[in-house]
């Protein structure tokens, strides 16, 4: 079955800190994979995603991620951290053998950020 | 920018009633989910709805559930007799094709008492 591994529960970062956040992913296919982030009583807001091409992918609000195959991960990047990007973060596969795409998602890692 | 909306944004309600939970999908997508989130756990699948049917369902969605398209805007959630362990954020989500980016809405936390 497809899975997502996010093996950081939480992570703390001074701000202006350069962030990583891992994920790792099990699928038989090419994979979809995507970020999204979720504030404090928010829903779930797309920062990034990878359907194909280039292995390195921009998102919004400065973050990237980069696909490694090799290794079936799927780390998002950010150079310098903001205060107002404590949240909490899911890296998700879509699961499309059946020709509809469900997202499985990570368990989350959640950002602090310290001043 | 086009956004899905849900409503409630909180709904409380007692053991064994039924609750409908609705969304309103980005106006010309095709493709509608639920999923949920039990506090302090992953986000997961419910269901998928296409074409006016579904088109696939966890081990979750059981008898207890249904969604429905009523109309051409809403898209429903339904739970029959509501129980304890129903209590979670139920976010709503929508696509234009089947393996698009999708698009969730701000969720509906349901409290089970």
């Known amino acids: 079955a497809q899975s997502v591994t996010q093996p950081d529960i939480h992570i703390t970062v001074s701000e202006g800190a350069s962030l990583e956040l891992r994920c790792n992913y099990s699928?038989?296919?090419?994979?979809?994979l995507f970020w999204y982030v979720q504030s404090p009583g928010q829903g779930l807001q797309l920062l990034l995603k990878?359907?194909?091409?280039?292995?390195l992918v921009q998102g919004i609000k400065g973050f990237e991620a980069e696909f490694k195959r090799s290794q079936s991960s799927f780390n998002l990047r950010k150079p310098s951290v903001h205060w107002s990007d404590a949240a909490e973060y899911f890296c998700?596969?879509?699961?499309?053998?059946?020709?509809?795409?469900?997202?499985?998602f990570g368990t989350g890692t959640r950002l602090l950020v310290s001043p | 920018e086009p956004e899905v909306t849900q409503t409630p944004s909180h709904q409380v309600t007692q053991m064994g009633q039924e609750v409908i939970l609705r969304c309103v999908p980005i106006?010309?997508?095709?493709?509608f989910y639920w999923y949920r989130q039990i506090l302090g756990q992953k986000v997961e699948f419910l269901v998928s709805?296409?074409?006016?049917?579904?088109?696939?369902k966890s081990e979750i969605f059981d008898d207890q559930f249904s969604v429905e398209r009523p109309d051409g805007s809403n898209f429903t959630l339904k739970i029959r007799s509501t129980k304890l362990e129903d209590s979670a954020m139920y976010f709503c989500?929508?696509?234009?094709?089947?393996?698009?980016?999708?698009?969730f809405g701000p969720g509906t936390r349901l409290t089970v008492l």
């Open positions: 699928y038989g296919a090419t994979p979809y």
């Open positions: 989500a929508s696509t234009l094709g089947s393996t698009d980016t999708q698009y």
């Open positions: 998700a596969v879509g699961d499309s053998y059946t020709g509809f795409q469900k997202l499985v």
């Open positions: 106006s010309n997508h095709l493709y």
């Open positions: 709805f296409y074409n006016n049917e579904i088109s696939e």
């Open positions: 990878y359907f194909s091409g280039d292995t």
